[in-house]
Structure formats: structure tokens, C-alpha cells
């Protein structure tokens, strides 16, 4: 890891200096401001914000990296894994990078500025991160990825079996006489690169069922997003007769659309939903979930970073991956199709 010393060698001035084009660069003269930024730059120099105060010790801070503070995964994921660490005198540092790899980089970089000693993080979609990401490791940051892992990632994780969890949903659907089956969401390998939705199609296909590709659409893991694609499926000349929502918020935003087209659950459409949260209980009917073992989740991951932190394993010692099962729970929001959409397939 490069010093302030290291960047002063290399520009050619001295750590004050040096020092000096981080703190207050408008005292220094345009060339000598270039020389320290390029060595900055060259060197991959990062100040250490927290340095003074941590001589003393090891840090009792762990980042976390959510993809969304307003999805209440994350916000359970948090507070569970938060108990578990403060049992053992650490403390939790949220951050959100809103499912974005290039949202994700500074926000990483402010985390190893506080001096994190670890960060759970559920990746951003994209590549902007990845090199750093690297990079934190070999400085000796343990680094625990959750909820989606990104192809080729040798990091520790922990997540939900996304495939098999899928396949149930379908194979659900299916068994109720379902054939036009839409997810809120299409595989695209860099916006929306999730397990979810790339084992969609392949699940129908293992049941004889192919994806319309009007159903095919490429959509963010929102509520208005979702609530804007369930309306234009819903307005197609051949719309599905059931819909599968990626996430809890996204079932939000597609519940709303049904109700605005004045359609009713499950005697017009079925609609199932990934995460079993408060609400998908308490309307009528009651919302069909895939329940996702958050707690559990949680507390794996809270202590993968326990081990290594107290046990000073490095991070390359402590890769191993923890796949969880989801459990369907059936509600009332899912029924057969109409008879005449099971004969003629319309």
C-alpha cells in the first residue's frame, strides 16, 4: 500500500507538499498540483482519514453495501446483521449503490477511508468496481459479497438459490394450468445480470413453455418500474395470466397496476412475488411469496466476517459460499387461469 511519502518521491516534492495538494491544492502552484495528482493517480494513493486515531488498535467498524435502502431486504439484512456484530463490539456502516458498479467505487473508497476492517457488500450490476474491489482485497480487507454474485467471483458469499427457487415459482404457476408466464424483469448481462431472471426462461423451457419475446422486457428493481412494465404487459393483445415478481417492491409496484386496470386477484391474473414482507399478508387476497431466509442470511454473514476478523485468517483462507433455500408459501393471489385461456392457450 503506497505512503504520502511514496507520492512525494515520485512528484519530486516533499510529503508536506504532497500533503498539501490533498488538503489545500489552491496553495500550490498548477505544475506542482499536476506532478502530486498524477503521482496519486500512478500509485493508487489513498489517504487513510482515520489513521490518527486508529495507531492504537484495529478498527470495530464493518461496512455494508446495500443495493437499496428503501427495498426492505436490505433494511432486514441490516438490523440482523448489525445485532450480531455489536455482540462482539462491532459497528455496522450502511452504504447503498443503488445496484450500480460505477455508483459502488466511491462509496467503497469511502469505506476504506473510515478504516473499515470489512465490508459485506451486494454487488453493483457492471465491471467499475471489480479492479478495485481486487485491489482492497490484496491490501488484506475481507470482503463478503451477499444477494447476487457476479460471474467469475472468487469472493466468500452468502445468498439465496436463486435457480431452484425459481423453478418453483414457475413449477407452481405451471401446476395451477398457467402457460403465459411473465417475470418482471428479462436478462440483460450488464444492466440486470441476476440469477432470477436468467433462470426464468430456462425454467419454462424445462416445462415445454417458451417466453413470448413480448414478455421479454429488461426492467430496473423498482416499484415504478414495475408498476409501469405490468401495465404494458397487461395491455398487450396476448397478455400473461400470471406474473412473477423479482423482488417485494417490485410485487408493489405491479399490485398497484393490477388494481388501476380494474382487474382482480387471482380470478383475472396470479401474480407470486420473491420476499415475503408485511404486506403481501395483509392485502386481499393475500400474495403468494417465495420467503427468503433473511435472518439466517444475515447472521452467516455477520460471522464469516467474525472468523476472519478474530481468527486473522486472510481473505483468500476464508472462501466458501452459502447457498439458502427459499420457501414457497401459497396464498390466495395465485388460482387456475380461466377454463377457455387453459383450452385455447389465449
Not at 39 to 47: C, K, M, T
Not at 116 to 135: C, F, K, N, T
Not at 158 to 166: E, F, G, I, R, S
Request: net charge neutral; with cysteine.
Amino acid at each position: 500500500m503506497s505512503t504520502i511519502q511514496d507520492v512525494a518521491r515520485l512528484a519530486g516534492v516533499s510529503p508536506t507538499t504532497a500533503k498539501r495538494a490533498l488538503r489545500d491544492p489552491d496553495k500550490l502552484t498548477p505544475e506542482t498540483l499536476l506532478r502530486v495528482q498524477a503521482a496519486i493517480e500512478q500509485l493508487h494513493y489513498e489517504p487513510d482519514v482515520r489513521a490518527g486515531s486508529l495507531r492504537g488498535g484495529q478498527s470495530r467498524t464493518v461496512g455494508l453495501v446495500v443495493a437499496s435502502i428503501v427495498e426492505p431486504f436490505f433494511g432486514q439484512f441490516a438490523r440482523a446483521a448489525a445485532r450480531h456484530l455489536k455482540a462482539a463490539d462491532y459497528t455496522l456502516i450502511i452504504s447503498e449503490n443503488e445496484y450500480s458498479a460505477r455508483l459502488e467505487l466511491p462509496e467503497l473508497r469511502r469505506l476504506y477511508g473510515q478504516r473499515v476492517a470489512a465490508i459485506m457488500l451486494r454487488p453493483g450490476y457492471g465491471e467499475d468496481s471489480r479492479e478495485y474491489l481486487e485491489r482492497l482485497r490484496g491490501r488484506g480487507l475481507f470482503i463478503l459479497e451477499y444477494d447476487y454474485v457476479p460471474d467469475g467471483s472468487a469472493f466468500p458469499s452468502v445468498m439465496l438459490d436463486n435457480a431452484q427457487a425459481m423453478r418453483e415459482a414457475v413449477a407452481h404457476l405451471h401446476g395451477l394450468g398457467h402457460t403465459r408466464i411473465a417475470a418482471l424483469g428479462a436478462y440483460d448481462p450488464l444492466v440486470h445480470p441476476e440469477g432470477r431472471s436468467r433462470t426464468f426462461p430456462k425454467a419454462m423451457r424445462e416445462r415445454g413453455l417458451e417466453v413470448p419475446p413480448e414478455y421479454q422486457r429488461m426492467t430496473l428493481l423498482t416499484e415504478d418500474t414495475a408498476y409501469h412494465l405490468t401495465h404494458e404487459l397487461l395491455g398487450l393483445p396476448n397478455p400473461p395470466s400470471a406474473l412473477i415478481a423479482l423482488t417485494g417492491t417490485q410485487a408493489i409496484g405491479a399490485f398497484r397496476a393490477i388494481r388501476e386496470r380494474g382487474l382482480s386477484l387471482p380470478a383475472d391474473l396470479s401474480l407470486l412475488t420473491f420476499d415475503n414482507y408485511p404486506w403481501t399478508a395483509l392485502v386481499e387476497p393475500p400474495i403468494t411469496v417465495i420467503e427468503q431466509p433473511v435472518e439466517q442470511m444475515a447472521e452467516l454473514a455477520a460471522n464469516a466476517v467474525l472468523r476472519a476478523l478474530e481468527g486473522g485468517l486472510p481473505p483468500q483462507k476464508t472462501a466458501q459460499h452459502a447457498v439458502l433455500p427459499g420457501r414457497l408459501i401459497v396464498r390466495g393471489s395465485c388460482a387456475p387461469p380461466r377454463q377457455h385461456e387453459m383450452v385455447s392457450g389465449r
